[in-house]
């Protein structure tokens, strides 16, 4: 008798079991930040952008292994399911709070998924109106200031265009009338030099050793500019950074 039970126990673990993996099977994308996993101002300060970083994070399951998506990069692997948390590579776990809604926790960052596939809304530009603009000569006086980027347009066949845009909307420039040039992204600097190239609006910006970064000015006044990345083509509306 006492074997019987342990079996039909046993068989009633696994149909619970088997019921509650099915029930995250399909597709899960970036719903908001976890707030309360932010604990300085610094973080809270930055939580638009890390929602722009995110925003297109998207993760399917089947019952045995997943696919995620996130700014035009692709992975997939098995995961394992226990207790309603699913653990990935290197410990990326996520939490399901119920049918609907899931947490994602990654080292010291985690952020809420709901359920459905990821819809990329279209994107309406502002400032950068055009798909090409003329290069303009380079006035190094207007140029020597703190910027902002306010808008970013990747080429339409850029694989990574997703991707790109998110990195370069999360940065300032910093150009110095003594040829150093300061990048920034959310509040971490990296140094450079800068120097004018022999085109008109090339700004060649060297990292060390690395090969200098090539920027084409296509517009600029004393309050807005727009650069082209010579790299990928991607284009950046940015206004002077007066905070």
Same mark, same amino acid.
């Given at each position: 008798?006492?074997?019987?039970?342990?079996?039909?126990?046993?068989?009633?673990?696994?149909?619970?079991?088997?019921?509650?993996?099915?029930?995250?099977?399909?597709?899960? *994308?970036?719903?908001?930040?976890?707030? &309360?996993?932010?604990?300085?101002?610094?973080?809270? %300060?930055?939580?638009?952008?890390?929602?722009?970083?995110?925003?297109?994070?998207?993760?399917?399951? +089947?019952?045995?292994?997943?696919?995620?998506?996130?700014?035009?990069?692709?992975?997939?692997?098995?995961?394992?399911? &226990?207790?309603?948390?699913?653990?990935?590579? %290197?410990?990326?776990?996520?939490?399901?709070?119920?049918?609907? *809604?899931?947490?994602?926790?990654?080292?010291?960052?985690?952020?809420?998924?709901?359920?459905?596939?990821?819809?990329?809304?279209?994107?309406?530009?502002?400032?950068?109106?055009?798909?090409?603009?003329?290069?303009?000569?380079? +006035? $190094?006086?207007?140029?020597?200031?703190?910027?902002?980027?306010?808008?970013?347009?990747?080429?339409? +066949?850029? %694989?990574?265009?997703?991707?790109?845009?998110? @990195?370069?909307?999360?940065?300032?420039?910093?150009?110095?009338?003594?040829?150093?040039?300061?990048?920034?992204?959310?509040?971490?600097?990296? $140094?450079?030099?800068?120097?004018?190239?022999?085109?008109?609006?090339?700004?060649? $910006?060297? @990292?060390?050793?690395?090969?200098?970064?090539?920027?084409?000015?296509?517009?600029?006044?004393?309050? *807005?500019?727009?650069?082209?990345?010579?790299?990928?083509?991607?284009?950046?509306?940015?206004?002077? +950074?007066? %905070?």
């Amino acid at each position: 008798m006492k074997k019987t039970v342990l079996a039909l126990a046993m068989l009633v673990a696994l149909a619970v079991q088997a019921q509650t993996a099915s029930s995250i099977v399909g597709s899960w *994308s970036f719903d908001k930040i976890n707030e &309360a996993a932010l604990t300085t101002a610094e973080q809270k %300060e930055a939580m638009p952008m890390l929602a722009s970083m995110f925003g297109s994070f998207e993760i399917r399951f +089947d019952k045995e292994l997943y696919e995620l998506k996130m700014m035009g990069r692709e992975e997939s692997g098995a995961y394992t399911f &226990a207790n309603k948390v699913i653990t990935l590579r %290197e410990g990326t776990k996520i939490t399901f709070v119920n049918d609907s *809604s899931a947490l994602l926790a990654a080292g010291n960052g985690s952020f809420y998924l709901k359920r459905g596939a990821y819809v990329k809304e279209e994107t309406v530009y502002t400032f950068l109106t055009k798909n090409s603009y003329e290069a303009v000569a380079v +006035d $190094a006086t207007m140029l020597c200031k703190k910027w902002k980027v306010r808008e970013v347009k990747t080429k339409a +066949d850029d %694989e990574e265009g997703e991707m790109t845009a998110t @990195m370069l909307n999360l940065m300032n420039f910093e150009f110095k009338a003594d040829g150093t040039f300061l990048l920034t992204i959310m509040g971490q600097g990296q $140094a450079a030099t800068w120097e004018l190239g022999e085109q008109k609006g090339e700004i060649r $910006a060297a @990292m060390g050793t690395e090969t200098a970064n090539l920027f084409i000015i296509k517009e600029q006044t004393a309050n *807005s500019m727009i650069i082209e990345m010579e790299e990928n083509g991607a284009l950046m509306y940015l206004v002077p +950074d007066t %905070e």
